[in-house]
Nanobody
Framework: QVQLVESGGGLVQTGGSLRLSCSASDRTFSDGGMAWFRQAPGKEREFVGAIRWRGGNTAYVDSVKGRFTISRDTSKNTMYLQMDRLKPDDTAIYYC?????????????????????WGQGTQVTVSS
């Protein structure tokens, strides 16, 4: 069973930056892709963004567009989330997820049920 391990969370001030990493134990998602979700205290888990493994096409939720960037290193089976200009509203536990099956660029999976594998989460706290 593939394992996903996140790292890079922490405490940062408003306007600061953090880079999260998510390493997969194998190339299970090479035909599909991976995504980041987050869950703030008292709120439901929400989609942040995703990347198709082939081609590296990305998609983001509106609230992070222009501030967050997802990338991947195929040689390391690792996905990254570069978070800039962070806001207190970005405070949450960030989870990475993986989907084995291919998706077309115009139909990015954005719901939890569309992803088969999940990491344990990493805390991101943005102080005001």
């Amino acid at each position: 069973q593939v394992q996903l391990v996140e790292s890079g969370g922490g405490l940062v001030q408003t306007g600061g930056s953090l880079r999260l990493s998510c390493s997969a134990s194998d190339r299970t998602f090479s035909d599909g892709g991976m995504a980041w979700f987050r869950q703030a205290p008292g709120k439901e888990r929400e989609f942040v963004g995703a990347i198709r493994w082939r081609g590296g096409n990305t998609a983001y939720v509106d609230s992070v567009k222009g501030r967050f960037t997802i990338s991947r290193d195929t040689s390391k089976n690792t996905m990254y989330l570069q978070m800039d200009r962070l806001k207190p509203d970005d405070t949450a536990i960030y989870y990475c997820a993986g989907k084995r099956r291919y998706w077309i660029r115009s139909n990015t999976p954005t719901t939890e049920s569309e992803y088969e594998s999940w990491g344990q989460g990493t805390q991101v706290t943005v102080s005001s």
